[in-house]
Each structure stands twice: as structure tokens, then as C-alpha cells.
């Protein structure tokens, strides 16, 4: 299928937040905002679990991987910061909240981005080889 690569992670994502938002919880604006706020760490999580699938997958993959690995750590860290300070800011009721928002979904964005196409250079080459060995 087409796209796949992108439907899936974003239809995985959709489903843990409608859980979180949904489940055992009264629907309020704030609780809302909150899970929002909460939304760029699970896309970084998923990203990261990805760079780990790709390190894992084949030795080849492991020093590429490892910094990869590495590097996913270290936003993640960042990450959560962004998140826990939208939260204080929405809190106390000013706009910067919206700042750290925009700005994690695009870091987190990013990492996603940055995972999928790891993965996806990986199977292209490994298709590419098939193809040059069986033409042999």
C-alpha cells in the first residue's frame, strides 16, 4: 500500500491519545490541552522505538544505529522539558504554552520524519540488493 509508512505510525499515535483522552476521563478543554501538550513525547517515543528496530534489525545497522540511538536520547530528554513547560505555562494561564507546543511537535516532527526515512533507506537498499543479486 501506499503511504503505509505514514498511515500506520500516525493511526498507532491517534489511537493512544483518543485512549488517554477518552478513557475513564470526563471530556474538559484543559485535560484536552493537556494530552495535547503530552502529544509530542509519544510521537519522539515512537521515533525512538523505531531507531531501535533499525539498530537491532541487522549488525550492519548497529554503529549508524547506536548514534541514532544516542542522539533520539538526547531529544527525548529535550522533549519532555518542552512538555512539562507548556504544561506549567498553560497553567498558569499564559499564551508561551503554545510556543513550547509548536515548537516540540516540530522537533518531534522531525525525529519521526528522520526514524521513518531510516528505516525505509534500509529496506530500499536491501530490495536494491535482492534485485542486483538475482540478476547475477
Same mark, same amino acid.
Request: charged share 15%; net charge neutral.
Given at each position: ?13 491517534? =489511537?493512544?491519545?483518543? $485512549? ?8 474538559? &478543554?484543559?485535560? #484536552?490541552?493537556?494530552? /495535547? ?39 527525548? =530528554?529535550?522533549?519532555? $522539558? ?8 498553560? &497553567?498558569?494561564? #499564559?499564551?508561551?504554552? /503554545? ?38
Amino acid at each position: 500500500m501506499e503511504h503505509l509508512q505514514i498511515i500506520l505510525p500516525t493511526v498507532l499515535l491517534l =489511537i493512544g491519545f483518543l $485512549l488517554k483522552l477518552l478513557i475513564g476521563r470526563k471530556y474538559d &478543554l484543559p485535560a #484536552t490541552i493537556q494530552a /495535547i501538550c503530552e502529544l509530542p513525547v509519544d510521537i519522539v517515543l515512537l521515533s525512538l522505538s523505531f531507531v531501535v528496530a533499525f539498530t537491532i534489525a541487522k549488525v550492519d545497522n548497529q554503529t549508524t544505529g547506536l548514534f541514532y540511538c544516542f542522539i533520539g536520547f538526547a531529544v527525548t =530528554i529535550l522533549n519532555v $522539558l518542552l512538555w512539562r513547560v507548556s504544561i506549567d505555562q498553560f &497553567l498558569k494561564g #499564559t499564551k508561551l504554552w /503554545i510556543l513550547f507546543l509548536v515548537f516540540n511537535l516540530i522537533l518531534s516532527g522531525f525525529a519521526i520524519n528522520k526514524s521513518v526515512n531510516l528505516i525505509m533507506e534500509t529496506e530500499v537498499i536491501t530490495n536494491n540488493s535482492e534485485i542486483n543479486s538475482n540478476q547475477k
